[in-house]
């Protein structure tokens, strides 16, 4: 009965691959977040979806792009990985924007 | 655009001493605010929220935050710390820019608890 799941929970992966994270959430939440946690623990939202619609879509590198088949799923595609994108990644969900988010456990990249 | 300054990156206490971490944030309106808790390889996870109406707000864990509009500032508090509140702590805010909701974290308190 875990509310918002992630797989994987570890990716290691070599540089210039192309990798996908997963997630779901069983909330019936609207509102679904991607998050990138920095080694100093900085936490910067990437994306948002709302009804299976982007409605944030901060300044990040083309090659992250959100894929939500429906509205509990938000997929997140890297493509041409590199080094700098080695971090923990985070999902959410939230009933509706403005609300509290709850977040997955969590996929920790790692790029060599 | 809107900006959550959290002053301390650590803090230690000892077990059973008062905690307040502190947070001010940055927004032209009244904000959504919120705590969340970040224990080792987990997610975060939500303490309090403050919406509007009473300023000073009770969450989980025995945790209470006070929102003071005239210091844009949302600090959190403990009466009496436990081992187990040692994690890392979040503030974040939420607001529209550009008419979309965008919520922004601090960068973080971590909490060091002795025994």
Redesign the interface.
Known sequence: DTAVSQTPKYLVTQMGNDKSIKCEQNLGHDTMYWYKQDSKKFLKIMFSYNNKELIINETVPNRFSPKSPDKAHLNLHINSLELGDSAVYFCASSLFAYNEQFFGPGTRLTVL | AQSVTQPDIHITVSEGASLELRCNYSYGATP?L?W?V?SP??????LL?Y?SGDTLVQGIKGFEAEFKRSQSSFNLRKPSVHWSDAA?Y?CAV?GVSGG??????G??T?LIVHP
């Open positions: 959504y919120f969340y970040q390889g987990q997610g975060l996870q939500l929220k919406f890392e979040f939420g979309s909701y965008i919520p922004t974290f960068r973080g971590s």
